[in-house]
């Protein structure tokens, strides 16, 4: 059985950077696509970007894609997701989850989620 | 990008009723769509994707339908444990986006 396991809960200061990680087990990782989802508290889900690891390329929503990156490890089957220049509004809980399927990108595993806070 | 419109907003239902959801793109995703309930503190969880596929593990009693530009997805006799909010999600073309969801309140 897949699972994505996220890397803790972060508090970072406004305009430094944050790295979250998402580690992959149980199953294939290399060509499943690994797509990051942000969530504001007491609001909706909103998708940021992907990445395919095997062929490491990445697709960004376009607000996301100035100060997003997002990158893979295929030999430890981690995904990362870092966000620069952070502003208070970045504060959220940050999702990976993983396509359904080739060609679906639909998303049936997620992490548990990571909270990062940017706080002065 | 494709714009999803869920209604209501908030549902107020007892156990045992048949509850229908609403979702509308600003264009055709034809059937690149999902839906997901997700509940406090946790991870959304795939429910259907094809518009009416039931993911693994799904109970019957969650059904999609619709193509194009309308959705609906109906839970034919709520159960406790389905309250949380619901979204749906098409992923017809970049960028993906989610509807604003629907919460699901027991009454």
């Avoid at chain 1, 059985?1 to 294939?28: I, T």
């Avoid at chain 1, 889900?45 to 893979?72: H, K």
């Avoid at chain 1, 089957?77 to 620069?84: D, I, L, Q, W």
């Avoid at chain 2, 159960?79 to 999600?89: L, N």
């Amino acid at each position: 059985q897949v699972q994505l396991v996220q890397s803790g809960a972060e508090v970072k200061k406004p305009g430094s950077s944050v790295k979250v990680s998402c580690k992959a087990s149980g199953g294939a990782f290399s060509t499943s696509g690994i797509n990051w989802v942000r969530q504001v508290p007491g609001q909706g889900l909103e998708w940021m970007g992907r990445i395919i690891p095997i062929l490491g390329l990445a697709t960004f929503a376009q607000r996301f894609q100035d100060r997003v990156s997002i990158t893979a490890d295929k030999s430890t089957t981690t995904a990362y997701m870092e966000v620069s220049s952070l502003r208070f509004e970045d504060t959220a809980v940050y999702f990976c989850a993983r396509d359904f399927s080739t060609g679906s990108n639909a998303f049936d595993i997620w992490g548990q989620g990571t909270m990062v806070t940017v706080s002065s | 990008e494709i714009v999803l419109t869920q209604s209501p907003a908030t549902l107020s239902v007892s156990p045992g009723e048949r509850v229908t959801l609403s979702c509308r793109a600003t264009e055709s995703v034809t059937n690149n769509l999902a839906w997901y309930q997700q509940k406090p503190g946790q991870a959304p969880r795939l429910l259907i994707h094809g518009a009416s596929s039931r993911a693994t593990g799904i109970p019957a009693r969650f059904s999609g339908s619709g193509s194009g530009t309308d959705f609906t997805l109906a839970i034919s006799s709520l159960q406790s444990e389905d309250f949380g909010v619901y979204y749906c999600q098409q992923y017809y073309n970049w960028p993906l986006t989610f509807g604003g969801g629907t919460k699901v309140e027991i009454k």
